[in-house]
């Protein structure tokens, strides 16, 4: 180092500050010597593994239930109270759902599938499975109606700090919505949700899915926690999906990783052997 060069954290601190959930501010700082660094990151991890073991001190006093179980629980009976009826479909789709949903050979998703047959994969979407549902429960209940599903969802994704190979989705869809009235109503379940993950601070952006087309996404604190859609869409027909519709799809993780702040990487807040309710294990 020469003179007046500044250095920062090593790449091996910087990795550490960020598996005990540092926010990226602390992790930028440069200092005039490495000892002077290597002072700061002492100072710092010992703060965070404080913090962790009072955080795995407080879980076991009580509630005693991981993070994303109490989101999960939340979410659930926010939903169920607007009439919504609770599904549970197979983790295991087929290729031909995949198809209906137009992600065919070549498209990008289809890469990241994990595949356990030749023509069966682990499911990267809950909506193959809730469109199968909806058109059967229409031949019974009159519209409009709602169903929903939490659960897991697995795809290939390397892109960062915001994705995870297994991942847990709220996905709920009221089929006979209006159609003047699918723009108010989406803004009513959005509200619903996040007020029940105890996110009120967020915005909606217009964006453009491979998948739906146009969509309407739910940001906060910077993190896309929610993508939304209207139907009826062209893939619609290959569900036999003919009357108008509203989905949304949340992300749980996301929500947790905006809600409890901090910093670190998604996997914090995801099934985890080396995380338990954001606190790292390694301390």
């Given at each position: 180092m020469t003179a007046g060069e500044s250095i920062g954290f090593t790449v091996t601190q910087s990795q550490r500050l960020r598996e005990l959930g540092a926010d990226e501010a602390k992790i930028v700082p440069t200092f005039a010597s490495s000892a002077q660094r290597d002072e700061a990151f002492g100072e710092l991890e010992r703060e965070l593994t404080g913090a962790g073991r009072r955080q795995l001190e407080e879980l076991r006093a009580g509630p005693r239930t991981p993070l994303l179980r109490l989101l999960e629980?939340?979410?659930?009976?926010?939903?169920?109270?607007?009439?919504?009826?609770?599904?549970?479909t197979p983790a295991i789709v087929s290729a031909e759902a995949l198809d209906k949903m137009g992600i065919t050979g070549g498209d990008p998703l289809r890469d990241?599938?994990?595949w356990v047959a030749r023509d069966r994969c682990l499911r990267p979407m809950l909506a193959p499975n809730l469109y199968t549902l909806l058109r059967r429960l229409a031949r019974?209940?009159?519209?409009?109606?709602?169903?929903?599903?939490?659960?897991?969802?697995?795809?290939?994704?390397?892109?960062?700090?915001r994705h995870l190979n297994e991942f847990t989705m709220l996905n709920l869809v009221e089929l006979g919505t209006r159609l003047d009235e699918r723009?108010?109503?989406?803004?009513?379940?959005?509200?619903?949700v996040m007020i029940a993950a105890e996110l009120t601070d967020y915005a909606l952006e217009t964006t453009d899915s491979d998948v739906y087309g146009k969509t309407i996404d739910v940001v906060a604190g910077g993190v896309e926690v929610c993508s939304t859609a209207f139907g009826p869409l062209?893939?619609?027909?290959?569900w036999g999906i003919v009357d108008p519709w509203?989905?949304?799809?949340?992300?749980?993780?996301?929500?947790?990783?905006?809600?409890?702040?901090?910093?670190?990487?998604?996997?914090?807040?995801?099934?985890?052997t080396s995380?338990?309710?954001?606190a790292r294990l390694n301390l």
């Open positions: 629980t939340a979410l659930r009976g926010a939903v169920t109270s607007l009439g919504f009826v609770e599904v549970a990241q599938v994990f019974t209940w009159p519209q409009p109606f709602g169903i929903f599903e939490i659960g897991s969802c697995w795809r290939r994704d390397s892109k960062g700090g723009d108010t109503r989406l803004r009513e379940l959005v509200t619903a062209p893939l619609d027909d290959a509203v989905g949304l799809g949340f992300g749980l993780e996301r929500l947790l990783l905006v809600r409890e702040g901090g910093g670190g990487a998604i996997e914090r807040f995801g099934r985890s995380y338990l309710s954001g």
